[in-house]
Structure formats: C-alpha cells, structure tokens
C-alpha cells in the first residue's frame, strides 16, 4: 500500500472548485508537515501549500494564496487543498508530501533536497473551459 495517496483531481471550469485528497497510510500523518506541490508541463515544481504539524500554521505561495486552503482531519489520516477560483493556469498534476519543518522552506525549496521524505504519486487537474 502506498504511504500517501492523493485523489480529486479531474476537469474543472474557471471559477469553479476542485477539493484534493492526500491520504496517508502506515504512519499518522498529524506528526508531519504536509506540502501540496504541483507541475505543470514544461515548468518546474512548485510548492503551493504547506501545514505545519506542531500548530498547524499554514504557509501558501502568492499564485493560491487566497483561493486555496489546506487543513487535516486526523481521524481520516487525511490532509486536504480546497481549491476554489480556479484558473486555466491551475492546470498542473498535484501531489502532497511529507516532509520536515520549517513549512516555508519546505514549500519554497519545490521539495527539493530534504525537505520532502515521503511523495504521493500525483492526480492530475485540468481547468478549462
């Protein structure tokens, strides 16, 4: 079984929502910060949205800051990115991660080096029209 799975991803329509899943197995998912990364084709990784584990404190980049937010509900091992006023330019495959703190460089270093242990394997959201 795989340790992090992400789902929710599919085709949306500008101004429209999608809400991401990242289930966690074989660890509790609350002793961890968590990122939402995305890639677009052609662009580099980016680290959109990271949750701290001690308290929670969250940490977003300025392209989905204000549209997006991130929270956990421990008893289903699950963290989530609600994504609402969405663009064409969302469009990207999205993963979550484990990772270590501190959040902001989790989610600025794209999960490079050792900020990122544990990756799911991705769901992929289209926004068009």
């Known amino acids: 079984q795989l340790p992090l799975v992400e789902s929710g991803g599919g085709l949306a329509q500008p101004g429209g929502s999608l809400r991401l899943s990242c289930a966690a197995s074989?660890?509790?998912?609350?002793?961890?910060?968590v990122g939402w990364f995305r890639q677009a084709p052609g662009k580099e990784r980016e680290g959109i949205s990271c949750?701290?584990?001690?308290?929670?404190?969250?940490y977003y980049a300025d392209s989905v800051k204000g549209r997006f937010t991130i929270s956990r509900d421990s008893a289903k091992n699950t963290v989530y990115l609600q994504m609402n006023s969405l663009k064409p330019e969302d469009t990207a495959v999205y993963y979550c991660a484990r990772g270590i703190p501190p959040i902001q460089d989790m989610c600025v270093s794209q999960g490079k080096g050792k900020y990122v242990e544990v990756w799911g394997q991705g769901t992929p959201v289209t926004v068009s029209s």
């Open positions: 074989g660890f509790i998912l609350d002793y961890y910060p």
């Open positions: 949750i701290s584990a001690s308290d929670s404190s969250t």
